[in-house]
């Protein structure tokens, strides 16, 4: 849908009445956030409450008010050219974002374009930001949100997110921000889904967008590995857990070895999380964090809580 579309649409809304839009549709959020409507990241936006600033910073600091959003300094000519070649675009800004948990604050590079959907920003910041309030030092290594078009498979549109343990950066793809590449990016994953043999990964459900689940998704994979690595037998635990809800030994049974187990977790988690352990673990994070009420969401939040106490101060 066009953006003329869905201001029409909106003017049609207003026009006989209605006054409170719930939609997770980020093109449409986005349009009736520019024309005057308002509300809570998550929630229903309601007509005559407001524009949010045009300045995106501004914004965001709007939208995820228990976080210190601020512009990072503008980067040198050798850093700018860097940050250029590895973001696979021009135009790109940096925010800075400062939380209670103790943590080093975090970066955040977006496209620095007009016709960026600063919700879905936002959504990606206040993301990030309640997953360091959760697991607090399993996510003390990550520095960088980059939302971009550089890593491989983003251009393809094959690739919604990746993470980079080793440099504590998490990739967005950046067509998921910007309405011109997420028609492409629909258009492209329509076809493929259906291809036989098709691996989508699971959809949000409710007030939450695909940027809400790729960022679980890929900070999820930051936990798993910092956990991994400070803790290997309790990850081999958590693991075995994780496995029992399938009938296996362990979740390295359950996803990537084809058979009946292997079509349980395609049916239960994701076709994408059947494809291997680490992709399971994740599409169950992101089910989890973004409210599903399927039984193995569920259980998989049961098994974070042993693991992961949520905090208590």
């Known amino acids: 849908m066009a953006v003329t579309e869905e201001r029409q649409l909106l003017d049609r809304l207003v026009a006989e009445g209605y006054t409170e839009l719930q939609s ?14 308002s509300g809570t990241l998550r929630g229903p936006l309601h007509h005559g409450g407001g524009r949010l600033p045009e300045d995106a910073v501004a914004a965001v600091a709007a939208l995820v008010p ?30 800075v974002v400062t939380d209670g948990t103790g943590l080093r604050p975090f970066s955040v590079r977006y496209p620095d374009r007009p016709d960026l959907f600063v919700e879905e920003l936002a959504r990606a910041v206040d993301v990030t930001v309640a997953m360091r309030a959760r697991f607090r030092s399993a996510l003390g290594h990550v520095r960088l949100v980059a939302i971009d ?29 910007l309405p011109g590449p997420l028609a492409e ?16 990964s699971a959809r949000p459900g409710g007030d939450f967008t695909a940027v809400d689940g790729t960022t679980a998704h890929e900070l999820w994979h930051q936990v798993e590995l910092a956990f991994t690595a400070r803790d290997y037998r309790a990850s081999v635990e958590f693991r075995r857990l994780l496995g029992a809800w399938f009938g296996v030994e362990t979740i390295e049974q359950a996803a990537g070895r084809g058979g009946p187990v292997q079509d349980r977790v395609a049916a239960e988690v994701s076709p994408y999380g059947a494809t291997r ?3 399971a673990t994740a599409e169950m994070a992101k089910l989890w964090w973004c409210g599903s009420d399927a039984p193995v969401a569920r259980y ?9 106490p949520a905090p208590t101060g």
């Open 277 to 279: 352990p680490l992709e």
């Open 149 to 177: 078009f550089g890593p491989q498979g983003f251009r393809t549109s094959r690739y919604a997110g990746i993470a980079t343990p080793t440099l504590g950066n998490v990739h967005l793809n950046a067509a998921l921000f």
């Open 24 to 37: 997770p549709d980020p093109r449409l959020r986005d349009a009736a956030r520019r024309s005057g409507w």
């Open 300 to 308: 998989f939040g049961e098994v974070v809580e042993r693991f992961f």
């Open 66 to 95: 228990g976080a210190g959003v601020a512009p990072a300094p503008p980067p040198g000519p050798l850093r700018g050219l860097v940050r250029l070649a590895l973001a696979g675009m021009p135009g790109t800004a940096e925010l």
């Open 185 to 200: 990016l629909e258009a492209v994953r329509e076809v493929r889904a259906a291809r036989p043999g098709a691996t989508p």
